[in-house]
């Protein structure tokens, strides 16, 4: 671990799962509480039924998912490189044997 250029430890692998964790339940209450239909008026004048959000909901929507991308990749980073020493290993003992 000391020798590594990216050192991601489990506990921050850990925490930053829980943050994403935290993020998609923040998304999902913001899309469960502001997404509605309302009746749109076509150019014909008929009406029709289309889903809608508010924009200011709609805009943290995105930048929570773009924080959480972030930190998903870093979990998917973390998992590379806290797991590849394992697979060496794993890899030379058969080897050895």
């Given at each position: 671990m000391n020798k590594r250029t990216v050192k991601l430890?489990?506990?921050l692998v850990t925490k930053v799962r829980d943050a994403s964790t935290i993020l998609a339940i923040m998304i999902?209450?913001?899309i469960l509480s502001y997404y509605k239909?309302?009746?749109v008026i076509t150019e014909?004048?008929?009406y029709d039924y289309l889903p809608y959000i508010p924009p200011m909901q709609k805009q943290w929507?995105?930048?929570l998912g773009y924080i959480q991308l972030v930190s998903s990749l870093t979990l998917l980073l973390g998992f590379c490189v806290n797991n590849r020493s394992l697979v060496v290993q794993e890899g030379w003992r058969v080897r050895c044997e």
């Open positions: 430890p489990p506990e999902a209450f913001i239909y309302d009746f014909d004048g008929s929507i995105e930048t």
